[in-house]
């Protein structure tokens, strides 16, 4: 087995409204990263997939549960001494306004992280920005401009390569390409894929794009109100999922071949709008939209069983009880 870089265990983070309500954001989230892998997190708006990565680099301190990254609790033991001072856990977010500055020259955004992490002369910080761009493909020229003068794609790697001069070991990708132009976007994930072959990074690429992680996911899982739905190799994902909402989400895809559209499940309509956070619905909180729905998921909600090898499903259909009571329904 390889080394687990990141331990989420039964991860909250919860958001008191002030008038007595709560958004559960992120409602006991269980999940691990493999080093050097691609674990794919995804979901729709505003199911809790940012409030993860914002919870994960400290941004957000949790309500309660685990973030063990190479072994420590960074809840419990404080996020600064890895994240500040070492840089090894880097986030890049969907629009890269926001970690580079408008009113300054690309080298002076990079320039932060350096002078941050490394007492560097000025000859040699500008030697790193170069080739820090050069890794990401773009001209080490690219140092003298303003970020508007570079197009959307070209922006987002200089995020990456912002994000590289720490020389981290794990990056999480928040929707990194959903901002940008379709045609532009498959330069963005390449960069990224080779970057991670050449640097063996481990990243957690969240995105609403399932049909993304078909090609970049090493794992995929499936996150809804919070919680998650289902987790598995890319592959089994694809090929065999078993959560009725990773199901409907499948089956709503569009794909390139007709043996794609073969292996497809059939063409489940979505029920109903995702609920509130602040209100979700008892038991199962995937009820209210399930087509498979038993009198068992409006009031106890289900935990994820391991079905097979690092396949783990969320329902109530896939636990003991749930087999039973769908046997005896074939029975009637
Ligand atoms: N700072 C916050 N205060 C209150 N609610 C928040 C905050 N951040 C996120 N939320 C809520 O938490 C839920 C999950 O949001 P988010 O993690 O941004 O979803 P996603 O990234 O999957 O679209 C949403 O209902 C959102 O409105
Ligand atoms: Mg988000």
């Given at each position: 087995?390889?080394?687990?870089?990141?331990?989420?265990?039964?991860l909250?983070?919860?958001?008191?409204?002030?008038n007595?309500?709560?958004?559960?954001?992120?409602d006991?989230?269980?999940?691990?990263?493999?080093?050097?892998?691609?674990?794919?997190?995804?979901?729709?708006?505003?199911?809790?997939?940012?409030?993860?990565a914002?919870?994960?680099?400290?941004?957000?301190?949790?309500?309660?549960g685990?973030?063990?990254?190479?072994?420590?609790?960074?809840?419990?033991?404080?996020?600064?001494?890895?994240?500040?001072?070492k840089?090894?856990i880097q986030?890049?977010?969907?629009?890269?306004?926001?970690?580079?500055?408008?009113?300054?020259?690309?080298?002076?955004?990079?320039?932060?992280?350096?002078?941050?992490?490394?007492?560097?002369?000025?000859?040699?910080?500008?030697?790193?920005?170069?080739?820090?761009?050069?890794?990401?493909?773009?001209?080490?020229?690219?140092?003298?401009?303003?970020p508007?003068?570079?197009?959307?794609?070209?922006?987002?790697?200089?995020?990456?390569?912002?994000?590289?001069?720490?020389?981290?070991?794990?990056?999480?990708?928040?929707?990194?390409?959903?901002?940008?132009?379709?045609?532009?976007?498959?330069?963005?994930?390449?960069?990224?894929?080779?970057?991670?072959?050449?640097l063996?990074?481990?990243?957690?690429?969240?995105?609403?794009?399932?049909?993304?992680?078909?090609?970049?996911?090493?794992?995929?899982?499936?996150?809804?109100?919070?919680?998650?739905?289902?987790?598995?190799?890319?592959?089994?994902?694809?090929?065999?999922?078993?959560?009725?909402?990773?199901?409907?989400?499948?089956?709503?895809?569009?794909?390139?071949?007709?043996?794609?559209?073969?292996?497809?499940?059939?063409?489940?309509?979505?029920?109903?709008?995702?609920?509130?956070?602040?209100?979700?619905?008892?038991?199962?909180?995937?009820?209210?939209?399930?087509?498979?729905?038993?009198?068992?998921?409006?009031?106890?909600?289900?935990?994820?069983?391991?079905?097979?090898?690092?396949?783990?499903?969320?329902?109530?259909?896939?636990?003991?009880?749930?087999?039973?009571?769908?046997?005896?329904?074939?029975?009637?």
């Open positions: 087995m390889p080394e687990k870089i990141l331990e989420i265990k039964d909250k983070k919860y958001f008191p409204l002030g007595g309500q709560t958004v559960k954001a992120v006991g989230v269980s999940m691990d990263l493999y080093k050097g892998e691609t674990l794919g997190l995804v979901g729709e708006s505003g199911c809790g997939k940012s409030t993860i914002y919870t994960v680099v400290g941004m957000y301190g949790a309500t309660d685990e973030v063990c990254y190479k072994g420590t609790d960074l809840v419990k033991k404080g996020y600064k001494r890895t994240l500040r001072q840089g090894e986030i890049v977010f969907q629009d890269p306004g926001s970690s580079l500055n408008a009113r300054r020259t690309i080298e002076k955004s990079m320039q932060v992280p350096l002078d941050i992490h490394d007492k560097m002369s000025k000859e040699k910080k500008q030697a790193r920005i170069e080739s820090l761009l050069e890794e990401v493909g773009l001209p080490k020229e690219y140092k003298n401009k303003m508007r003068n570079i197009g959307g794609g070209e922006r987002q790697l200089v995020s990456v390569a912002r994000a590289l001069a720490t020389n981290p070991e794990l990056i999480i990708l928040d929707e990194p390409t959903s901002a940008l132009d379709v045609s532009v976007q498959a330069k963005v994930i390449n960069t990224l894929i080779e970057l991670q072959k050449e063996e990074l481990s990243y957690l690429f969240i995105t609403h794009d399932l049909s993304l992680m078909r090609n970049v996911a090493t794992r995929v899982a499936i996150l809804y109100l919070g919680r998650l739905c289902e987790l598995a190799p890319t592959k089994e994902f694809f090929d065999a999922p078993l959560h009725p909402y990773t199901q409907m989400l499948l089956s709503s895809i569009p794909v390139a071949t007709e043996e794609e559209e073969a292996m497809k499940p059939e063409q489940i309509t979505s029920q109903g709008e995702i609920p509130s956070p602040v209100n979700a619905p008892s038991g199962c909180t995937f009820h209210t939209r399930c087509r498979d729905c038993m009198d068992i998921c409006k009031v106890e909600a289900p935990t994820m069983t391991e079905i097979g090898p690092e396949h783990f499903v969320c329902c109530h259909k896939f636990a003991k009880h749930g087999l039973e009571e769908q046997k005896e329904a074939q029975e009637e």
